[in-house]
């Protein structure tokens, strides 16, 4: 027979208050688990593996909403409902605080508009934004609106899980739009986007470094350096010793090295969109020219690859570049960081055949089941007119994205006189361009550009070969996912 | 090993007798121990200096580099994470307990029962069973995450606690690691409470828990600190940021276009307190020289 | 008597308490496993055979996706740089854990402190992590590279280095991971007991003859933890790629989870990242089935 002694670890009173603590946490959990606030989940009976019909959903509005197709008498505001509904509008942060503020302004001002049919706007990290979305839309579980992907809108429209908004708005409501951002918000002639903010580049530079060698930036668009010309004067800024490197440029190189390919002449797809058609002399040239960038040590090898915010910026505001290549969004944060430690400017982005900023941005999409697709489209028409995206893009420092607000004078919270500079650069799309990023596949693309672009100026791969892998590589990629509209 | 030493306790330290690892060490060998220790501190801790360093950066020096932060040390980033409008931390930071207590109680229950039972009990399909059991592990969370998300969905489980503790409630890192470890404890044991009468889970809860110090605190301390700094499943789970936990506060702070770098660092630096607490508390039970008295006789 | 029997009417066989109990312990666990772990991954290997985008209906393709695993470039670096991955870094931890362990557990002064040390690492978030050590490596004046400077060396790229990237990774994983084996160890050595160091030293053993005929022994079960868990986690490292490299330059610090998020969420190939999950699970598998057959067999005390 043993005797087991009592040990001092794990004593029943430990055991009970360990118990305790975890049973008062247990009720805890149940009575909060559920708050009033989550909207009844939805019982789905789709499998995952057959989730929401493939159709786009064209005959529900049609259906639902006979009043709004009448053209010329278009007031969706008449056909909303009068009960207590909430729109739940998943987002995401993207600028600073003036544009949280914004947010909550538009939002506000809709409410007082329509008290019964207020907006809900919560915001999510960005970096799983969409896959969080997709993840809820595989569990018809989506929000009733949620800010999307520029190159993600066609393909998601095609499987039939964004609302068609075609028939909800006013006739024609997307051709207000730029048409490079149009482009990406329609697919089969129906509308599932709207644009509501896009990305524009530009060329930021101290004045003191290019007073240093004796340069006038362009005061013109027609005026703006040809890409010689700015490789000139990188080596000029380089001879000058004052920072150690002529300029910086955004991170995610994969995604703007596109645009910089369009503005040359060459093409990343052929004009029917079947294959690529990267492997050209034009876009060898295009990306020797890139590669200097390494091999003269104009720029800093590490921002190639990197994704994380603030790093590309850091580089001009520690005066480790003269230069950078960067977005109307870095505004802000320049502003608050540099303040007076030097003036910088803005000037246009250098030309090759053509001006070309960056294409990206980020538009409003509905769900295609939500329950309440008139009042989001209601939203929307709200959101993106030329009052809202006015106010939204004066205070949050963004260019706007109707055309017919090409002409409007705005008055940007934030060194309103280097927006201007911007305002121009965005009407430099080509069609080609924006018709490429509109493509379902470029978002598989976009990685394998980086991927060989990066080992290109890191690696020491030559242009030629990294043309040829991208042509390679893209291709099988273009084979085994093909564009939703040649499917 | 002589035969007689199948005898002793295998589970418990005596109080009085503890392992002398010093025993025998002359005073020089003593220091550079305590150096080789100081420097390793040192490496493990330079990191934590470097994020000190960026969660007291100022306003408007967010890409200065210096060590120590020009001009001023500004302890006020850790208020401006905490009150952020529209981030309700002390909102965050409940959910984040919640979670956390309700599947560590969970967690060193079903996992310490099930490990017990995979350690001291032979039954058919033991094996299969196992390694099915550890198959759980791997499957990288990033493949699975939509159907799991769909099932949690299907249960009505959205935007609720439970929708992220019942997920990773079951562990089998748990099941492996009691196992483990209550495989020492002595068949001989078991069987003689079996004979007083004793049923199958008084056996757990009065010889086998109480044996198990050391692998339950390591258990508990480990779950608390996965689920508190769980990120995916509680951001896919949650719809409403009331609902949200604490590692998705912080992420919010990276925005798409600028990263508020210091409010990231501050509110990381005060997520890391409880779970250090935590490990203060139970490490008495994994070190020697604390009293677990064992069998006698 | 509180011995239960379940008779059963056919047959006269008395069935224990004793037989039915595991199945009852491990019935909770098993029924979560099989609704959110057991379910989805049979769903995710279903995938695999076609070309689901992750949006709309998967089309049945086979092994298609087997196929097109085989010549692709980027995965196969993938699978190269996590085995160089897992060997480079588990088997260094575990045995600097083993050593901090010993020591630790020693009644050296100060141990508490240390212990603190080396495990606050773990306790920080993984993203937490990876971000700092991405700032500390910045190019050119972060402060790992500011250090090298004041010694006259060269600034490296680090994460933008197509050498250099999976090391810095690696570096990061063993900051990290060090106190948590560390902590296992420290649990592990409790279940030895004093008596027989004890009986160990009467027998005449040095400290080196205690280590490697009675530590290391009645660690085994310890270490075959460490060593199964080690592997598994570092075969499944995300986070710091994802932060710290994105798996480049190029790809050359990709790795296998790596790359089924880069197939599955930037490029909407969802069947095709599930065709790299059941590779990568096949890999786990055998390697964990071998560790079991050559370590497993029970200590006997």
Redesign the interface.
């Known amino acids: ?11 029943r009173r430990a ?1 009970l208050q ?2 305790a ?3 008062g ?2 009720l ?2 149940a009575c ?4 009033a ?3 009844a ?1 939805a ?2 009976a789709t499998e ?4 929401a019909d ?1 159709k786009p959903a064209e005959s529900k509005p049609a259906a639902a909403a006979p009043a709004a197709s009448t053209p010329g008498a278009a007031q969706p505001a008449a056909g909303l409902t009068t009960a207590n509904i909430s729109l ?1 509008f ?1 987002g ?5 605080m003036n544009e ?1 503020k914004a947010y909550d302004d538009i939002l506000a001002e809709w409410k007082q508009k329509h008290p019964n049919i207020p907006v809900e706007y ?7 934004r ?3 979305a ?8 989506a ?1 009733d609106m949620w800010r999307h992907g520029s190159n ?1 809108i066609r ?2 429209g ?4 964004l609302l068609d908004l075609t028939d909800l708005l006013p006739a024609n409501y997307a051709d207000k739009f730029l048409p490079g951002l149009r482009a990406y918000c329609i697919y089969k002639g129906r509308v599932f986007g709207l644009p509501h903010t896009t990305d524009t580049s530009a060329l930021f530079y101290r004045e003191d470094a290019l007073e240093a060698i004796g340069v006038k930036p362009p005061t013109e668009l027609k005026d703006s350096w040809t890409w010689q010309q700015f490789g000139e004067i990188n080596d000029k800024l380089l001879a000058v010793k004052k920072q ?1 490197y002529a300029f910086t440029h955004n991170q995610g190189a994969g995604r703007w090295v596109p645009s910089f390919l369009y503005s040359t002449g060459a093409k990343v797809v052929n004009d029917d969109f079947t294959k690529m058609a990267f492997n050209t002399l034009e876009a060898i040239e295009a990306l020797a020219f890139l590669k200097s960038w390494s091999d003269k040590k104009w720029a ?3 921002i ?8 590309d ?2 580089q001009f ?2 005066g ?1 570049a003269s230069m950078a290549i960067l ?1 109307q ?2 505004i ?2 320049l502003d ?2 540099i ?1 007076d430690t030097f003036k910088w400017n803005v000037t246009y982005l250098p030309k090759a055949k053509m001006q070309t900023t960056s294409l990206g941005g ?1 538009p409003v999409v509905g769900w295609a089941k939500t329950k309440h697709p008139k009042e989001v489209a209601a939203f929307f028409e709200y959101f993106t007119s030329i009052d809202k995206i006015k106010q939204f893009d004066e205070m949050a420092n963004y260019v706007p994205v109707r055309a017919d607000m090409a002409d409007m004078a705005l008055k940007f919270q934030v060194r309103d006189d280097l927006m201007q500079t911007f305002k121009q650069q965005i009407t430099t799309l080509p069609a080609a361009f924006t018709a490429y990023v509109a493509r ?1 596949y470029s ?2 693309i ?2 394998i550009i ?3 672009t ?2 290109m ?3 020491g ?1 030559s242009p030629e070969q990294t043309a040829k892998n991208i042509d390679d590589r893209g291709n ?2 273009i084979q ?2 093909p564009d939703v509209e040649a499917r | 090993m002589a035969a007689h030493e199948s005898t002793a306790l295998p589970v ?1 330290q005596d109080a009085a007798r503890s392992v002398d690892r010093l025993r025998g060490l002359s005073t020089l060998q003593q220091s550079v121990l305590h150096v080789v220790l100081i420097v390793v501190a040192l490496l493990m801790f330079f990191p934590f200096f470097w994020m000190i360093a960026t969660a007291l950066r100022p ?7 210096s060590l120590i932060p020009r001009p001023y040390l500004a302890f006020e980033n850790f208020s401006r994470a905490w009150n952020y409008p ?1 981030a309700p931390f002390p909102q965050y930071t ?1 959910n984040s ?3 956390a ?2 599947s ?3 967690g060193v229950a079903l996992n310490g029962l099930a490990g017990f039972a995979f350690a001291k009990y032979r039954f058919p399909g033991r094996e299969v069973l196992f390694y099915i059991v550890l198959a759980t592990l791997m499957v990288p969370f990033q493949i699975t ?3 799991i ?2 099932t ?3 249960l ?7 929708g992220v ?1 019942l997920p990773g409630a079951a562990s089998a890192f748990g099941i492996f690691l009691i196992r483990q470890f209550m495989q020492s404890i002595p068949d001989e ?1 078991l069987d ?1 409470a079996r004979i007083d009468g004793s049923s199958e889970l008084g056996i757990f809860v009065r ?1 086998v ?5 050391p692998a ?1 605190a390591v258990l508990a301390i480990f779950t608390f600190l996965a689920r508190w700094n769980d990120y ?1 499943l509680p ?2 789970v949650m ?5 949200f936990t604490l590692p ?1 506060g912080i ?9 508020e ?1 210091s409010l990231v660092m501050a509110a990381a630096l005060i997520s890391i307190v409880p779970p250090v607490l935590l490990f203060l508390f139970f490490q ?2 994994f070190v020697s020289g ?8 | 008597m509180a011995t239960q029997t379940l008779a059963l009417p056919a047959r006269r066989r008395r069935w224990r308490q004793r037989d039915v109990i595991p199945y009852l312990f491990v019935l909770p666990n098993l029924v979560l496993f099989a609704v959110f772990v057991l379910g989805p991954v049979i ?1 995710s290997f ?2 695999s055979f076609t ?1 689901w ?6 089309t049945f393709t086979g092994l298609r996706n087997y196929a ?1 695993l085989l010549e692709d470039d ?1 995965f196969r670096t993938a699978v190269r740089n996590t085995f160089l991955y897992s060997i480079g870094t588990v088997l260094p931890m575990l045995a600097i854990s083993l050593g901090l362990a010993l020591m630790l557990d020693s009644r050296l002064r100060g141990r508490a402190f240390y212990r603190v040390m080396v495990y606050l690492p773990v306790v920080i978030s993984w993203v937490a992590g990876a ?1 700092i050590w ?1 700032l500390m490596f ?4 972060g402060i790992i590279n500011s250090a090298l400077q004041s010694f006259g060396l060269e600034p490296q ?1 680090w ?4 050498i250099l990237a999976m090391p810095a990774i690696m570096w990061m994983s063993l900051w990290k991971g060090l106190g948590f084996y560390t902590v296992i160890y420290l649990a592990g050595l409790q279940t030895i007991p004093s008596t027989i160091y004890e009986a160990g030293m009467i027998d005449g053993a040095d400290r080196k003859q205690l280590f490697w005929s009675i530590t290391l022994p009645l660690l085994r079960p310890t270490t075959l933890f460490a060593l199964v868990i080690g592997i598994i986690a570092s075969f499944e490292v995300f986070i710091p790629v994802y ?1 710290m ?8 610090s990709m790795v296998m989870v790596m790359a089924i998020y ?1 197939a599955a ?5 969802m069947g ?1 990242a599930s065709a790299m999950a059941v590779i990568l699970f096949l890999v786990i598998f055998v390697i964990s089935v071998l560790q079991f057959k050559f370590f497993g067999r029970e200590v006997e005390y």
């Open positions: 027979m043993v005797q087991i002694e009592r040990p001092r670890a794990w004593s055991l360990f118990g603590g975890g049973l946490a247990l805890v959990a909060g688990g559920s708050p606030a989550s909207p989940p019982k789905p995952p593996s057959k989730p493939a739940f998943m995401h942060v993207a600028g600073g949280q919560q915001v999510v990290p960005d970096a799983e969409l896959p969080k997709q993840a809820m839309v595989a569990a018809d579980q929000p993600a393909l998601w095609a499987q039939g899980h150690q800093p090898p590490a190639w690859t990197t994704r994380v915010p603030n790093e910026t850091d505001i520690r480790t977005g969004w870095n802000t944060y608050e960081n303040k980020t379902s978002p598989g976009t990685p980086t991927e060989e990066s080992k100026m890191l690696e791969q099988k990629f085994e996912n | 418990a306003p408007g020096q967010e890409a200065d580099l529209r409940i307990f919640v979670i207590i309700v560590t109680v969970l995450m939509i159907p998300y769909v949690i969905a299907k009505g489980l959205i935007n609720n606690y439970w503790i044991l003689a010889i828990v109480p044996l198990s110090g339950l995916l951001l896919l719809n409403r940021q009331a609902m998705i992420t919010n702070f990276i925005g798409e276009y600028r990263a770098w008495r039970y604390i009293a677990m008295t064992g069998m006698k006789g | 769903f279903g995938m070309n985008d992750g949006l709309g209906r998967p097109r980027l971000l991405r910045l190019h050119p004046d790229l994460t933008s280095d197509p932060l490299t994105n798996g480049g330059p190029g790809y050359s880069r969420f930037q490029q909407y190939q095709y």
